[in-house]
């Protein structure tokens, strides 16, 4: 089959070859995609600090917002904290997978203080 193609003005005239679509049997494929591929690429300049959110005031925690395993994305929220009975929501410091919460509704915790890890 040939196709006349105009590109940046100029025309091209090409012979192309239609094949028929055919997908190959499942066990010339065998290619296995592990799971780090379907995980969200970390930037260069993500520090391993910046994947610890830390709570930033001293108070009692009213509700956790995410899971072990949970998909998040930067400024989503992930705790909760009632300090002199003002709510503030703590948002994730950067997109990446939940790896570990370490706080529960009605734990007190301080400045600085580890309230879930990101990977």
Same mark, same amino acid.
């Given at each position: 089959?040939? #196709? #006349?193609?105009?590109?940046?003005?100029?025309?091209y005239?090409?012979?192309?070859?239609?094949?028929?679509?055919?997908?190959?049997?499942? &066990?010339?494929?065998?290619?296995?995609?592990? &799971?780090?591929? #379907?995980?969200?690429?970390?930037?260069?300049?993500?520090?391993?600090e !910046?994947?610890?959110?830390?709570?930033?005031?001293?108070?009692?925690?009213?509700?956790?917002e995410?899971?072990?395993?949970?998909?998040?994305? *930067?400024?989503?929220? #992930?705790?909760?904290? &009632?300090?002199?009975?003002?709510?503030?929501?703590?948002?994730?410091?950067i !997109?990446?997978?939940?790896?570990?919460?370490?706080?529960?509704?009605? &734990?007190?915790? *301080?400045?600085?203080?580890?309230?879930?890890?990101l990977?």
């Amino acid at each position: 089959m040939r #196709l #006349l193609i105009t590109l940046q003005g100029q025309s091209y005239e090409v012979e192309v070859e239609v094949l028929p679509d055919t997908t190959p049997p499942d &066990d010339e494929t065998g290619v296995a995609i592990p &799971d780090s591929v #379907l995980r969200p690429p970390l930037l260069p300049d993500i520090r391993e600090e !910046d994947r610890i959110c830390r709570s930033p005031i001293a108070g009692a925690i009213v509700s956790v917002e995410v899971t072990v395993g949970a998909r998040i994305h *930067k400024d989503d929220p #992930l705790a909760t904290i &009632d300090a002199m009975k003002m709510e503030s929501v703590v948002g994730a410091p950067i !997109d990446g997978i939940v790896e570990e919460v370490s706080v529960v509704p009605g &734990d007190a915790v *301080k400045p600085g203080q580890v309230l879930c890890r990101l990977s």
